[in-house]
């Protein structure tokens, strides 16, 4: 099989389940976004960009599955930290329910 189609595959995959990635690194601890860029990278291997991960975040916002606050830093420039919603909590088991299925679904193909 050749590489590059397995390498577009694998980027795709993770694309359509970075959701699902955010809202699971958010549910151990609350993030600002470049703290959650390098625990996307260095617990999920995902290398995501600013551009990528900020339209994201604000459209989970949207959807009520996170939360923010604004944190006062030493160097005077604040952080906005996000943090998962109860609603977020929900809506992650039904996307690991749901990938669990799909799994299930693949294993019996």
Known sequence: MKEDFLKNWDTQLKKGLLPLFVLQALRNKECYGYELIQELKSAAGIDISEGTIYPLLIRLM??????????????????????????????LTEMKKSLE???SKIRKL
């Open 62 to 91: 949207k959807e009520e599955l996170l939360h923010y606050k604004w944190v006062e830093q030493p160097s005077g420039i604040p952080r906005k930290y996000y943090s998962i919603s109860q609603e977020g909590k929900k809506c």
């Open 101 to 103: 299925t799909t799994h």
